[in-house]
């Protein structure tokens, strides 16, 4: 488990990555990563950086308060509230964020169906 209060990170990416023989994905503890279809190189769905130190996010999940008006996401990018904190938890086959914010907590899990 990863926990990042503020103004803390890693040293850099703690990468889970998530496959079965058709489709995969990357995903980092702050929820940046990318998606693929049968072969990792020749088949990337959304943009990928072979950089190990920078997090690019490729994929993203917003939340938003209509009421409000407040946007944030569920991980710590995109959008990162520095007076807030994040958790993530990379597993066998799965990646779990949890983050609460404006009286709202989130908790996003991440896998890929072996079937």
């Given amino acids: 488990m990863t926990v990042l209060g503020p103004g803390q990170r890693t040293p850099a990416p703690w ?3 998530i496959a079965n023989p058709e489709f995969g994905f990357q995903v980092s503890e702050s ?3 990318y998606t693929w279809s049968t072969n990792r190189q020749a088949n990337q769905l959304t943009p990928w950086s072979n950089d190990p130190v920078v997090d690019p996010c490729s994929e993203a999940f917003f939340l938003r308060d209509d009421e409000t008006g407040h946007l944030w996401s569920p991980t710590a990018s995109p959008i990162r509230l520095e007076n807030t904190r994040y958790i993530a938890s990379h597993g066998f086959g799965y990646s779990r964020f949890e983050h609460a914010v404006y009286g709202i ?3 996003l899990v991440q896998f890929v169906s072996w079937h």
């Fill in 15 to 17: 990468l889970n990555i």
């Fill in 105 to 107: 907590k989130t908790e």
């Fill in 31 to 33: 929820g940046g990563g």
